[in-house]
């Protein structure tokens, strides 16, 4: 994309979250009201395995990005067995425990090492650039951002709600530490951790299967993390709206320094 259209699709993105900010300020309430079943398989599926994939990608950028720095394109990939060794003690570790820390020990086991095998006589140098965007967004947007204002703005989620949602708050009113952590959310900003990965096929035409399917399951896996929480009391719409949208505008910055200049 040329520079003069990549401020265009910046400007599109913080209009559009800016309006439904405004809608979901005055009905984020009545929206989880209506569609918040705490026994949906979809919902929690979500819930347990909605970050899993997002570990994985990171993972993959993170041990990318350090092995680059090796030029034997072999012992590049000495990071990437660290990392699914790390994912083998995760599994062992949680075995009886939570579904969703066995779901992260596998994601490492099995993205690493798929990624190795696919990778093994490239150089990842040649990842530098879209491994460095990935990892940079982890950091901004669910290590950083996510967890600073969860704990700042402490607004109650819908499922601690009373009985009456007298402690219910529009998410333009911080509440403050108080132990609840409904805005933002961090599942949804794992969902989107893989919006990079469209710009590997911006270039292909939008005919092209590849590009299609790319955006297909890149923007649907986001969208269906973030209703997942919504369904299952764990955040409102504005909740998993600003995490997609800060992790959106990120990945638009981080493109501009890395990939337009």
């Not at 994985?56 to 030029?71: M, P, Q, V």
Request: proline share 2%.
């Amino acid at each position: 994309m040329k520079f003069s259209k990549i401020n265009t699709c910046l400007l599109i993105v913080i209009v559009f979250w800016a309006v439904l900010a405004i809608i979901f300020g005055f009905t984020d309430l009545n929206i989880s009201i209506a569609v918040v079943d705490s026994a949906s398989t979809w919902g929690n599926f979500g819930a347990d395995y909605g970050e899993a994939p997002g570990y994985g990608l990171i993972a993959i950028a993170l041990a990318t990005f350090f092995g680059s720095y090796i030029k034997d394109v072999k012992k590049q990939k000495i990071l990437g067995f660290i990392g699914v060794f790390v994912g083998i003690l995760i599994i062992i570790l949680t075995w009886s425990d939570d579904v969703s820390d066995q779901a992260l020990g596998w994601t490492l086991v099995v993205s690493l090492l798929a990624y190795i095998i696919y990778t093994w006589n490239k150089d990842w140098k040649n990842y530098k650039k879209i491994a460095s965007v990935i990892s940079l967004l982890a950091v901004i947007n669910p290590l950083i951002i996510v967890q600073v204002i969860k704990v700042l703005w402490g607004r109650v989620r819908f499922r601690d709600l009373a009985v009456d949602y007298s402690n219910f708050t529009p998410w333009f009113i911080p509440n403050g530490i108080t132990g609840n952590h409904s805005f933002l959310s961090g599942h949804a900003a794992m969902g989107i951790m893989f919006l990079p990965l469209l710009i590997l096929v911006k270039d292909r035409k939008n005919s092209d299967p590849i590009k299609i399917l790319t955006y297909l399951l890149v923007i649907g896996w986001a969208l269906f993390v973030a209703f997942s929480r919504v369904v299952v009391g764990a955040h409102y719409a504005s909740d998993v709206l600003f995490s997609i949208g800060i992790g959106t505008v990120t990945t638009i910055l981080l493109y501009k320094k890395f990939y337009a200049t």
